[in-house]
Structures are given as structure tokens and as C-alpha cells.
């Protein structure tokens, strides 16, 4: 069992001994979540992320939860992509396609890829677009305070700068109130043109989880995570604060490892870790 350590705030950070034990314990959450929209809403309405997180929902293709899971209710969509072929090696897209969408009975016309063929301001436009008729149907829930949509589940990766989905740290993009996705072509991580979804959308999510690995993210995920108190820098992943959602942060020992606290981690018994 992995440490869970519940902030004064709402937040929930999970630390994990190892990446086998993180991913099945993300693979466990997403099927509870999946399994409890399902029964409320008749769907479960999820936007992914791309990078190194989608390695780790792998997990979901294997026993039991590539036969308990409901994948024909599943709904897909993407919180940020990069404006590149979907055949391209930096596509979140292929990225996802290969390691959980051929491997798993989701439905194509449920998958909600960007148009691939278009600039990334008609890319965003229309992304937003398609979003806004699944709210209409409630295939995606809406957020009561600002009509916004309430996606069943965010999942979202870290960069090493604190990047969440498409958003950089000092970005205009992260200013946006109006706007549910927007583009950017100058993203300071190749490729530069890409697509993304709002903090606002973020912040009006059902349940939001953000997943960090490996000890070079460590001093992002303090920054991110800690009471860092006036002089702490602007981190995107700082700014990850569901209105009425639920925040679980999904980190391994080293990722955690700069966190306040951290060094009273230590393992108490098979794959735990206690304080
Ligand atoms: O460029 C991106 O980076 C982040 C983080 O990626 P990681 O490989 O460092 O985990 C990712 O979450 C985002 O979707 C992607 O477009």
C-alpha cells in the first residue's frame, strides 16, 4: 500500500515505493472512478495528458481491468496536444493509440482526437467546439459556477519546469478565463505548436490527478505541492486547484523526495512507505 497523506486542503498525495506500484494504484483509481461515473452518469468522460504518464496507465490493459473495466462508456479526449500528425512520433494521440487504445475495446467514435489537418487556432477552436456538444448531451458533466465542462477525470503529467498539460510557467496561456482550449506556438518544449486545455476547464473537473516520476522532477513537485509561502516562483502545476474537485497527486519515492517531510519516508513492510 502506497503512503497517502491528505493536505489541510483538500489535496491528496500518494507516494509510491516504486513505478509497479504507482501504476497499479493509478490503474486502480481510474477504474473506480470509471466504474462510479458509469453507474451516476451512464459515461465516464476522461482527458489525458501526454508524456511519461501514459507508460503508466499501461497497467490497464492487463488483469482484471482490461475485462472489469467498461471501456464502451468510456469517453476520450486530450487536455493538451501537440499540432503534429497523428502518425508522428511526438503525437499525444499515437502516443496513447499504442499503448492503450489497441490494446483495450474503447469505442473510435467515443476518442476525441484534434483535427490534425488545420492550423492550431482552428485546431483549438474546434476541439473546443466538439467539447461544448458533449456537454450539451452531458456526455461530459457540466460545472454548475461557470458552465464549464466537468470532465469524470484530468489526468495529467509534470514537466521538470512545472508545466501541466500545455501550459508553461510565465505563459499568457495561463491567463485565459474565457477559453476552454487555446493553442500556443511557441511552446518552450518542442514541438511548439500545441493545443490546450484552460485552467479553468482543469480547475472545474470532477477529479483531477496529476502523476510525477523520477528524482529530476523532485524540486518542481516540492514548489508545486509545499507551502512555499510569498516568494514562491509561479509553477502552472501550482495553479492546479479544483474548484470543487479533488486533486491527488500520484508520485514515486523520488519525485517525492524534496517534499516537506520527506525525510521521515521510509518503508514499513512490502511495497508500503510510512512516516
Ligand atoms: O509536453 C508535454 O509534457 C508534459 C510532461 O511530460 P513528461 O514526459 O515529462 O511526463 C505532458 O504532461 C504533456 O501532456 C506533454 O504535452
Redesign the pocket.
Known amino acids: 500500500m502506497a503512503l497517502s497523506r491528505d493536505k489541510k486542503d483538500g489535496r491528496e498525495l500518494r507516494i509510491h515505493e516504486n513505478m509497479d506500484e504507482l501504476s497499479t494504484n493509478l490503474a486502480e483509481y481510474i477504474a473506480e472512478l470509471s466504474e462510479a461515473s458509469v453507474k451516476e452518469r451512464g459515461a465516464f468522460a476522461i482527458a489525458?495528458?501526454?508524456?511519461?504518464?501514459i507508460s503508466l496507465v499501461r497497467k490497464l490493459c492487463e488483469a482484471p481491468f482490461n475485462k472489469t473495466v467498461e471501456w464502451a462508456k468510456w469517453h476520450i479526449f486530450?487536455?493538451?496536444?501537440?499540432v503534429v500528425a497523428k502518425s508522428h512520433v511526438d503525437s499525444?494521440y499515437k502516443l496513447l493509440k499504442d499503448n492503450l487504445l489497441t490494446k483495450v475495446p474503447t469505442v473510435p467514435g467515443h476518442v476525441h482526437s484534434i483535427n490534425d489537418t488545420v492550423t492550431a487556432e482552428q485546431a483549438a477552436e474546434e476541439y473546443e467546439f466538439v467539447i461544448r456538444q458533449h456537454v450539451r448531451t452531458r456526455v461530459i458533466d457540466v460545472c454548475e459556477i461557470n458552465d464549464c465542462p466537468k470532465f469524470d477525470l484530468i489526468l495529467?503529467?509534470?514537466?521538470?519546469d512545472g508545466?501541466?498539460?500545455?501550459l508553461f510557467p510565465n505563459h499568457s496561456a495561463l491567463d485565459e478565463k474565457e477559453l476552454w482550449v487555446t493553442f500556443i506556438t511557441d511552446?518552450p518544449?518542442p514541438p511548439p505548436e500545441?493545443i490546450?486545455f484552460t485552467l479553468p476547464v482543469i480547475n472545474s473537473a470532477s477529479k483531477v490527478a496529476v502523476?510525477?516520476?523520477g528524482g529530476s522532477?523532485a524540486e518542481a513537485a516540492h514548489l508545486a505541492i509545499d507551502d512555499i509561502g510569498p516568494d514562491c516562483p509561479v509553477l502552472p502545476a501550482r495553479m492546479v486547484r479544483p474548484t470543487e474537485g479533488v486533486l491527488v497527486w500520484f508520485l514515486d519515492q523520488a519525485a517525492a523526495s524534496k517534499l516537506d517531510g520527506a525525510i521521515g519516508f521510509s518503508t514499513c513492510g512490502s511495497g508500503s512507505l510510512c512516516m
Open positions: 489525458l495528458s501526454g508524456g511519461s504518464v486530450w487536455a493538451d496536444e501537440r499525444n495529467l503529467g509534470m514537466g521538470h508545466h501541466i498539460a500545455s511552446s518544449k500545441r490546450t502523476v510525477v516520476t522532477k
